[in-house]
């Protein structure tokens, strides 16, 4: 794989070279035992001390930010491991290895954007080529498939994923990939990521999960056997809401090599001054989710009983359909709710003009708490017929709960429902 390859390389240099170096004696603990050591470290750790590459010219604690696009080369057959910014960057490795290790992967590229990582990964397939999606997937994903990769010749079939006989249904002679993303949005609609990878194995297919809405932190589809991971780390991993970002994650190294390969040649790569904003805040994952969870929960048992409230969509609810599932799958229930309010599209204008402490806007997994209306913003990409057919009505609101404290959430939430 490319990162172990550059980390030997890295290596013979030696930390008396006058370059950038790994030096596994002292300052890179992490690098030195990732092997058999790192899955023994809590994740909280891992999420602070993993691949944080750091300077040994000047003993920084932190990842510089290596802006150059270029790297010069010792001779003409020896140069640091780096040569071009657009093929790697130490800033990204540092993010990569991290968000591999938090996942449990061999090789990742950190992207432009969710999308860009999600267009890496399509392009390990070729025209004629069959990929089942979920009927409620990200908007900007069903768009990707269900247009541009379809005018590139890709087919796809989007089926209702939670009953996972839909999916062997869907399976055809040119089926190439079961794509998976759970829980997904806005319904909170869960997927069984072991059953789709039973089905994936007797159909030798691949399967590819999006796990941008619970962050490693609270679900690790490598452990079910699903061979690629994309991310969107604009949303949990950044988590602070400046930043558009992605990631490919891959369980082999041949997929991992595959990935970079595409990434390289696309040009999907994350800017170096990204990656750092994203390393930067990937390392407070463990707290701030444990925080937007706590937030999520008060929120979604108030709502649960308020009168002003058709339905709660949220896996930690008791009545929630999938509440087993995620319980089996997943670490905890994650900072995201919807629910559909009584009154339609003017309750719900209403209750956005009301409402102090919850902004409206899209995107999601920030610090800060957002609402939003899937029907006009975030879901308006999807025909209104995909839209009702997924569940989506003039009535659904979908909120990312903030890691503000839950009291406060709660009762301005309460506030802005009064009539
Ligand atoms: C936001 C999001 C994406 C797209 O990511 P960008 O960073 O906006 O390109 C993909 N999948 C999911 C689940 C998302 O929430």
Redesign the pocket.
């Given at each position: 794989m490319r990162t172990i390859e550059l980390l030997s390389r890295l290596q013979s240099i030696g930390p008396h070279s006058g370059h950038y170096h790994y030096s596994t004696s002292h300052c890179c603990l992490i690098e030195s035992t990732m092997a058999e050591d790192i899955s023994k470290l809590h994740f909280a750790t891992r999420a602070v001390h993993t691949g944080v590459n750091k300077d040994s010219l000047f003993n920084s604690c932190t990842t510089p930010i290596y802006t150059s696009s270029t790297y010069y080369w010792n001779d003409l057959e020896t140069n640091s491991g780096y040569d071009y910014t657009r093929s790697a960057n130490p800033t990204r490795t540092a993010l990569e290895e991290n968000i591999s290790a938090l996942e449990g992967g061999v090789g990742a590229q950190a992207t432009a954007?969710?999308?860009?990582?999600?267009t890496a990964a399509m392009h390990l397939f070729s025209p004629h080529d069959h990929i089942i999606a979920g009927n409620d997937?990200?908007g900007?994903?069903y768009r990707l498939f269900a247009d541009v990769f379809t005018k590139m010749g890709l087919e796809f079939s989007f089926v209702d994923m939670s009953d996972p006989q839909n999916v062997k249904d869907a399976i055809k002679p040119n089926t190439k990939c079961i794509w998976i993303?759970t829980p997904s949005?806005p319904l909170l609609n869960l997927i069984d990521i072991a059953a789709m990878t039973e089905i994936a194995k007797q159909a030798d297919v691949l399967t590819i999960a999006?796990n941008?809405?619970l962050s490693p932190y609270l679900q690790r589809p490598f452990e079910y056997g699903v061979d690629i991971i994309?991310h969107?780390?604009?949303?949990y991993l950044n988590g602070h809401s400046d930043v558009?970002?992605?990631c490919v994650v891959s369980r082999t190294e041949e997929l991992a090599a595959k990935v970079a390969y595409t990434v390289n040649s696309l040009g999907l790569a994350c800017a170096p001054f990204d990656a750092f904003l994203v390393l930067r805040g990937v390392k407070t994952l463990a707290p701030r989710m444990e925080a937007h969870q706590r937030g999520a929960e008060a929120l979604a048992r108030m709502l649960d009983e308020h009168p002003h409230v058709e339905k709660v969509y949220y896996p930690g609810l008791e009545s929630h359909p999938h509440h087993e599932l995620a319980k089996k799958q997943q670490d905890g229930f994650g900072g995201m709710l919807s629910f559909d309010i009584k009154g339609g599209r003017p309750a719900a204008e209403k209750l956005f003009a009301k409402i102090q402490l919850f902004q409206l806007a899209e995107?999601?997994?920030g610090i800060e708490s957002l609402i939003e209306y899937p029907e006009t913003m975030s879901h308006a990409s999807m025909t209104l017929e995909a839209r009702r057919e997924a569940g989506i009505s003039e009535n659904t609101i979908r909120v990312s709960v903030g890691i503000e404290a839950p009291e406060d959430l709660v009762a301005d939430m309460k506030q802005a429902l009064e009539e």
């Open positions: 954007t969710g999308m860009a990582a999600i997937i990200y900007g994903t993303e949005n999006d941008t809405f994309v969107s780390t604009t949303k558009v970002g992605g995107s999601l997994g």
